[in-house]
């Protein structure tokens, strides 16, 4: 199915806009694109290499701004049992996705759960992956800080119980307690409790722990338009309180063609009708069901 049968139905605005951005992204991959749009997916754990140019296999990978571990859920159809013998738990995989030769790593983690079923003819095989198996919820001792002590503080002792190095710690605010404070419950919780409270967001990338503003990120040089896969926006304007503060949100849930590029605190630059700017990607997923081959993100303006 190319993109002239999609225009040709004429029934789905969505689907036209994806065939508009589909034929124009197609002049600037450096392959031909053919099939499913030139889709490509390879997943490897150990020993096992699974195509999608071979076998059927969808995914939906989360990623977002916070420190607990995201996980991913991959899906495989007919796979021989030997292969699926060698999907081991806790074997680490990896997802490269893209267009032709235009691909990325998407997801990188371990596997913590496997399952094979039959549905119908099909005998299917799920797999679901954290990105890191060290950062599932866990409960800390309690912890009292004496008055005076600032949010800051509380935060980077947190941090540094993850075990992970910190490649950045920056706030935007700080907030002094006055009486003493004490912390219990579940780690990841009360780190992303005290980001909010210092208007930061606390997240993992790449198995270093990133504490940073909203504005800071990494510049991916992506301009995110119609010729470049764009095919739905729709703003959006959250109001969040974190202790003391009231902080408002903006921006863009976006929709468009699966751009592995796109990370947790990606920079891009966005440009659609009456909307021009720098902005950073707060959370998002990538997602695959056989044919629609997607990237969705809740984009926040620099």
Known sequence: MDSRVIKQQGTNDKASKMAIAIEQLAGKIDTEVKGQFGH?????????????????CEFNIPFDDDTEANEAELIFYNL????????????????????GKDTGVI???????????????DKV??????????????????????????????????????????????????????????????LMSNIERLAGICGVSAYILKSKIYVRPLS??????????????LIELEGFEETETNGDYTDIISGYNVTMLLQHQLQTASIVTLKANNVSGTYRVKS?????????????AKVVKQ
């Open 284 to 296: 998002g997923s990538h997602e695959y069901n056989g044919s629609d081959f997607l990237t969705k």
């Open 80 to 99: 021989s049992d030997t292969t699926i013998k060698n999907i081991k738990s806790k074997a680490k995989i990896t997802v490269t996705a893209g267009y």
């Open 107 to 121: 997801f990188s983690g371990f596997i913590s759960y496997k399952k094979t079923y039959y549905d119908g003819c």
């Open 216 to 229: 800071k990120g990494d510049n991916t040089q992506f301009t995110l338009s119609v010729d470049t896969g």
């Open 125 to 186: 095989t799920k797999v679901n992956a954290l990105d890191d198996m060290n950062l599932q919820e866990k409960d800390i001792e309690s912890i009292t800080y004496a008055a005076g002590t600032k949010a800051s503080k509380i935060l980077k002792d947190l941090c540094q119980k993850v075990g992970l190095p910190i490649a950045d710690f920056t706030v935007n605010r700080d907030y002094t307690y006055k009486d003493e404070e004490t912390v219990d419950g579940g």
């Open 40 to 56: 490509t997916v390879v997943v490897q754990t150990g020993n096992v290499t699974i195509k999608n140019s071979e076998l059927d």
